[in-house]
């Protein structure tokens, strides 16, 4: 079960790099904003496998925050880039 944990951490070190990179490269605001959502779905996801490897849970409620957060904070980036705000 360790081997699917790493496999797993190795696709999700790899997910970061290509949205740090979309994110610093990205020619509009729209693909920088999309590159942050990916990143806190990555970072969402890495919270749930340490919950579930630590047997810690108080992660889970972590990260339903974090996501929920997150999830506004892209709407609210969207109504400011398309002048809503």
């Known amino acids: 079960m360790t081997y699917i944990f790493y496999i797993a ?14 994110f610093v490269k990205g020619p509009t605001a729209g693909d920088r904003s999309v590159a942050l959502d990916t990143l806190t779905t990555i970072m969402v996801a890495a919270l749930v496998m340490l ?11 972590v990260a339903l925050v974090y996501g929920v957060l997150g999830f506004i ?13």
């Open 73 to 85: 904070g892209v709407i609210v980036l969207a109504r400011y880039l398309e002048g809503a705000l």
């Open 9 to 22: 951490l190795l696709f999700m070190m790899v997910g970061v790099a290509l949205a740090a990179i979309r």
């Open 51 to 61: 919950a579930y490897i630590f047997d810690r849970y108080i992660y889970l409620d």
